[in-house]
């Protein structure tokens, strides 16, 4: 098996039904309106936000988060993964009445368990919420940077992307990249190239999530290969949501082709019904990718990650000589 990692994964988004349902009969929730017969149920962008956030707000303690997090980094160890980066939301934990830094240290305390298990070693991206506003995504990068929590090595921005204007963001951007972190922010999946373009100008990524409807414009594919930008692929996501209508129509092997460096993630997999494995398995399926180039995509994925150059050293090592059990 190819040794695996994943860039972007939603926290919130990767609990599985079953353990959602666990924790509405804890809190005594109804959750008939988005999980039915053990299966989340939404049927556009915007119902999925909604899932997303009601799945979020059955996360309320230090050990309901701690769990989270080490049962999605164990489940991928066992699909062998050696890297795991989650995106985390202080602005779902605060709706759910656990302050940001109890969050954050339960989330860590999490992927360390997971860790001490398995071997994957894991960081965390503090995401803002787009369309909860400028104000919020500033604090959530404000937060970032003040928590000094060790795993903490990222910033980014998820959410509604047709909801206000990328300039609005940069201060928050400035905040995080200024502090050290790395920069990822969601583009060019439910808008087109111009928001991929409008997100390197003003927010200036190393990392795009998703980017993938770059492909409609040749001079910004362009770019993005010369400037060496990653892109957090999702391909089974843009399926179930629509981005594109099918895998022959996704754009992932002709960006491949042009040079751009890319790698292969879940987003939020319960709702996609995928996950890391799947990921790379219809990669292999769909787009006719071996074992070298999938090699090669998780390559790519530790060459981006955000984490000191001695982590990375030892990962790119353990890539090399990695032969996961079947
Ligand atoms: N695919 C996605 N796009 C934007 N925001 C998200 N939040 C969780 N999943 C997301
Ligand atoms: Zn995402």
Not at 128 to 156: I, K, M, N, Q, Y
Request: proline share 3%.
């Amino acid at each position: 098996m190819v040794a695996k990692a994943e860039l972007h994964c939603h926290i919130e988004g990767a609990a599985s039904p079953d353990l959602v349902l666990a924790q509405a009969r804890k809190y005594g929730v109804d959750t008939s309106n988005f999980l039915r017969d053990g299966a989340y149920h939404w049927y556009d962008f915007t119902s999925f936000l909604a899932a997303y956030d009601e799945a979020a707000s059955l996360f309320r303690t230090e050990e309901d988060y701690a769990l989270l997090a080490e049962d999605y980094l164990t489940s991928l160890a066992k699909d062998g993964a050696i890297y795991s980066e989650i995106f985390i939301s202080p602005d779902h934990a605060e709706r759910a009445g656990l302050s940001r830094m109890a969050y954050t240290n339960a989330l860590g305390e999490g992927i360390e368990r997971a860790r001490a298990a398995t071997g994957i070693e894991g960081r965390i991206v503090v995401t803002g919420v787009r369309h909860f506003g400028a104000v919020s995504v500033e604090d959530a990068a404000r937060f970032a940077v003040a928590c000094e929590h060790p795993l903490v090595t990222g910033f980014g921005m998820a959410g509604e992307e047709r909801f206000g204007n990328v300039r609005d963001y940069e201060t928050a951007f400035d905040i995080a990249r200024e502090a050290g972190l790395g920069i990822t922010v969601h583009a060019g999946e439910l808008v087109g190239w111009e928001s991929v373009e409008a997100a390197l100008n003003h927010l200036r990524p190393t990392r795009i999530g998703h980017g993938v409807r770059a492909i409609e414009n040749p001079d910004l594919v362009r770019r993005l290969v010369d400037e060496g930008v990653v892109l957090e692929v999702c391909p089974v996501s843009n399926i179930v949501l629509k981005v594109f209508p099918d895998y022959a129509s996704h754009p992932l092997p002709q960006l491949m082709a042009a040079g751009c460096r890319v790698t292969l993630n879940s987003d939020d997999p319960p709702h996609f019904h995928t996950s890391l494995a799947h990921e790379y398995a219809v990669a292999k399926a769909h787009f006719g990718l071996d074992d070298t180039a999938l090699r090669g995509i998780t390559q790519t994925a530790i060459e981006a990650a955000f984490v000191d150059e001695a982590t990375r050293t030892r990962l790119l090592a353990a890539l090399g000589h990695k032969t996961v059990a079947q």
